[in-house]
């Protein structure tokens, strides 16, 4: 049972450049959320998802985007990396009510 | 705005000994909270919650305490072991089927 799976674990990418974390879970969850983690600091929410179709803002949403076309994937989008978002990236899933299943993270630096 | 803190970035504890960790909130209608265990290169794991409608809530060697009048909680692990070495996290919501915000995190070290 991998539960919440993401890719990749780690990537440099220039600032400029475009790429896409991936999260899928397997546990049927309706309920999926981006997280990111800097140094020092909780996470923020970025993004988040009630189901399928339909994805809403979380905290700090600007220079992302998602989409959610199945239960199991939720993408998260960066079109323009710049250096403020060198983060460790974490996705999360939860049926509500029992606290969040979480993978195990990206660590993205932008250079 | 940091609606929920954990003021203490870190902490050490003998091993047999108790930990205290705390968290105070802000947003007077959380009524959900959790703690969630982090280890290095890995993500977070859930731990331990209570509602608001309790004030305590016991898991083995695990307890958490609410005082929603202070708007504070703390979690209790006693006694101390050095596989409970991790970062600790706060977090809150309103209603269980909620998004979560988490506090900053405090790092326990058990020491042998």
């Known amino acids: 049972n991998a539960g919440v799976t993401q890719t990749p674990k780690f990537r440099i990418l220039k600032i400029g450049q475009s790429m896409t974390l991936q999260c899928t879970q397997d546990?049927?969850?309706?309920?999926m959320y981006w997280y990111r983690q800097d140094p020092g600091m909780g996470l923020k929410l970025i993004y988040y998802?009630?189901?399928?179709?339909?994805?809403d803002k979380g905290e700090v949403p600007n220079g992302y985007n998602v989409s959610r076309s199945t239960t199991e994937d939720f993408p998260l989008r960066l079109e323009l990396a710049a250096p403020s978002q060198t983060s460790v990236y974490f996705c999360?899933?939860?049926?509500?009510?029992?606290?969040?299943?979480f993978g195990s993270g990206t660590r993205l630096t932008v250079v | 705005d940091q609606q929920v803190k954990q003021n203490s970035p870190s902490l050490s504890v003998q091993e047999g000994r108790i930990s205290i960790l705390n968290c105070d909130y802000t947003n007077s209608m959380f009524d959900y909270f959790l703690w969630y265990k982090k280890y290095p290169a890995e993500g977070p794991t859930f731990l331990i919650s209570i509602s608001s409608i309790k004030d305590k809530n016991e898991d083995g060697r695990f307890t958490v305490f609410l005082n929603k009048s202070a708007k504070h909680l703390s979690l209790h692990i006693v006694p101390s072991q050095p596989g409970d070495s991790a970062v600790y996290f706060c977090a809150a919501s309103v209603g269980t089927a909620s998004k979560l915000t988490f506090g900053t995190g405090t790092r326990l070290q058990v020491t042998l």
């Open positions: 998802s009630v189901g399928a179709g339909i994805t």
């Open positions: 546990m049927n969850h309706n309920y």
């Open positions: 999360a899933t939860a049926t509500g009510g029992y606290g969040y299943t």
